[in-house]
Nanobody, 116 residues
Framework: QLQASGGGLARAGGSLRLSCKASRMILSTFWNTDFDWYHQAPGNERELVASSSRDGSTNYADSVKGRFTISRDNAKKTVYLQMNSLKTEDTAVYFC?????????WGKGTLVTVSS
């Protein structure tokens, strides 16, 4: 249901943009779905990074506020995570999550590696 992409290697201070496409989701469902980005570093639990709600509101973990931006393109059924001013501690596998009435989907992760 969810295809995440955009991970890769970046230098500290650099940027990456992750995409999460819900290609098999019908448009009306996408509009009524909340989306999250989580990350999971080696040896750590999965943590919520950012959320985009169907009402347009967004929320961020304190560790990424001011650096990351979550956005959604309803027409393309895609959710983005723009990551700027990357830090080595942002290195993790990033997962897209969709939640809404009767649905709870996880995409496969995309690896982000930030080098110093």
């Amino acid at each position: 249901q969810l295809q995440a992409s955009g991970g890769g290697l970046a230098r500290a201070g650099g940027s990456l943009r992750l995409s999460c496409k819900a290609s098999r989701m019908i448009l009306s469902t996408f509009w009524n779905t909340d989306f999250d980005w989580y990350h999971q570093a080696p040896g750590n639990e999965r943590e919520l990074v950012a959320s985009s709600s169907r009402d347009g509101s967004t929320n961020y973990a304190d560790s990424v506020k001011g650096r990351f931006t979550i956005s959604r393109d309803n027409a393309k059924k895609t959710v983005y995570l723009q990551m700027n001013s990357l830090k080595t501690e942002d290195t993790a596998v990033y997962f897209c999550h969709a939640r809404g009435p009767g649905l709870d989907y996880w995409g496969k992760g995309t690896l982000v590696t930030v080098s110093s």
